[in-house]
C-alpha cells in the first residue's frame, strides 16, 4: 500500500509570507502528526491530529497552525515566515493516536530567503 | 531541557561488526522507547520500540536494552551492512492526558559501515 505522501518535495518562499504543506497519510490511518527537522534542534513535535481535532501541540509560535479533514489528510500552515523557519517538515501517519510505529513521508523542505 | 540525549554523534563500524548506539534519557514518566532510523533524504523510519516496565526487546538483527536504573537504552545492530548506514534516533513518548501520545526525540547518532 502507498506510504505517506507529502507534497510539495521543496518549496522556496519569502520572509512574511505563508504557506501550506500537505501530507496524505497511509490509507486506513487516522492519525497524523507533524514534525520540524533542522540541523540544529533535531526533530521537533509540531502538533498531532486524529479525528479532525487536534490532540497534541508542541512548543511552537501560533504562526505554526494546522488541520485534518475528515479523510484524514492533513495541512499544516506557516504564517508570516521567518528564515528560521527553514527546515525539513515531516508528517507521520499512524493507525490510531497513542500508536508508537508512526510512518514518516519524506518531507517537504522549505526554505525562507 | 531535552529529556531525550544521545551519547556519540558519530560512530564508525566495521561491516560485519556489531553496532551499538546509546542514548539516556530524563524522564522516568517516558511509556514507550522507540528507535528510528533516517537514511540520507528519507524520513525516519520505525526500528523497534521497546514499553517502558521492558528490559529488553529483539527484533529482526536489532536488540533495544532499557535500562532504567540510569536511564540509559541502546540499540545492538548485528552484523552490520552497508544498508544500515543512517542516521539512528531514540525517541520517546509519554501521554499527554488527551489520548494522545507525542513523540521527543534525541538528537542522532549517524552510523557508517565501512565496507
Known amino acids: 500500500k502507498a506510504g505517506v505522501t507529502q507534497t510539495p518535495r521543496y518549496l522556496i518562499k519569502t520572509r512574511g509570507q505563508q504557506v501550506t504543506l500537505s501530507c496524505s497519510p497511509i490509507?486506513?490511518?487516522?492519525?497524523v502528526s507533524w514534525y520540524q527537522q533542522t540541523p540544529g534542534q533535531g526533530l521537533q513535535f509540531l502538533f498531532e491530529?486524529?479525528?479532525?481535532?487536534?490532540?497534541n501541540k508542541g512548543n511552537f509560535p501560533g504562526r505554526f497552525s494546522g488541520r485534518q479533514f475528515s479523510n484524514s489528510r492533513s495541512e499544516m500552515n506557516v504564517s508570516t515566515l521567518e528564515l528560521g523557519d527553514s527546515a525539513l517538515y515531516l508528517c507521520?501517519?499512524?493507525?490510531?493516536?497513542?500508536?508508537?510505529?508512526?510512518?514518516f513521508g519524506q518531507g517537504t523542505r522549505l526554505t525562507v530567503v | 531541557g531535552e529529556s531525550v540525549g544521545l551519547h556519540l554523534p558519530t560512530l564508525s563500524v566495521q561491516e560485519g561488526d556489531n553496532s551499538i548506539i546509546n542514548c539516556a534519557y530524563s524522564?522516568?514518566?517516558?511509556?514507550?522507547f522507540i528507535w528510528y532510523k533516517q537514511e540520507s533524504g528519507k524520513g525516519p523510519q520505525f526500528i523497534i520500540d521497546i514499553r517502558s516496565n521492558m528490559d529488553k526487546r529483539q527484533g529482526q538483527r536489532v536488540t533495544v536494552l532499557l535500562n532504567k536504573t540510569v536511564k540509559h537504552l541502546s540499540l545492538q545492530i548485528a552484523a552490520t551492512q552497508p544498508g544500515d548506514s543512517a542516521v539512528y534516533f531514540c525517541?520517546?513518548?509519554?501521554?499527554?492526558?488527551?489520548?494522545?501520545?507525542?513523540?521527543?526525540f534525541g538528537k542522532g547518532t549517524k552510523l557508517s559501515v565501512i565496507p
Open positions: 491530529y486524529f479525528s479532525e481535532t487536534q490532540r
Open positions: 490509507s486506513g490511518h487516522r492519525s
Open positions: 525517541a520517546e513518548t509519554r501521554g499527554s492526558g488527551a489520548g494522545s501520545y507525542q513523540l521527543t
Open positions: 524522564n522516568s514518566a517516558s511509556d514507550y
Open positions: 507521520a501517519s499512524s493507525l490510531d493516536v497513542g500508536n508508537t510505529e508512526a510512518f
